[in-house]
Nanobody
Framework: QVQLVESGGGLVQPGGSLRLSCATS????????MGWYRQAPGKQRELVAA???????NYTDSVKGRFTISRDNAKNTVYLQMNSLKPEDTAVYYC?????????????????WGQGTQVTVSS
């Protein structure tokens, strides 16, 4: 059973910072792309940031320059550093592991999700 264990959410004032963490097993982490999604009330889940096993990153436009995704291969952990937070960043944030090839997906599975962590930006 693959688990993605998230931590780091909470309540922060506008302009503040938070760092989310997501740990998983080494067998998954070293060959899967890792990402962070978020879902606000009444909205669809959206991709916030992702990082491939090789370290390439991409971000949704609304967080570029404020959020940074990174991965620590020694700890099998992916991080999302969130700076200059805005009220519109308020959402449940989910960690995702996505198979980068069809071969891996067939053997180990397409996608895995964390349980979600609440991020609330409010004064």
């Amino acid at each position: 059973q693959v688990q993605l264990v998230e931590s780091g959410g909470g309540l922060v004032q506008p302009g503040g910072s938070l760092r989310l963490s997501c740990a998983t097993s080494r067998s998954i982490f070293r060959i899967y792309a890792m990402g962070w999604y978020r879902q606000a009330p009444g909205k669809q889940r959206e991709l916030v940031a992702a990082i491939t096993a090789g370290g390439r990153t991409n971000y949704t436009d609304s967080v570029k320059g404020r959020f940074t995704i990174s991965r620590d291969n020694a700890k099998n952990t992916v991080y999302l550093q969130m700076n200059s937070l805005k009220p519109e960043d308020t959402a449940v944030y989910y960690c995702n592991a996505h198979a980068e090839t069809k071969h891996v997906a067939t053997i180990l599975g397409d996608d895995y999700w964390g349980q979600g962590t609440q991020v609330t930006v409010s004064s």
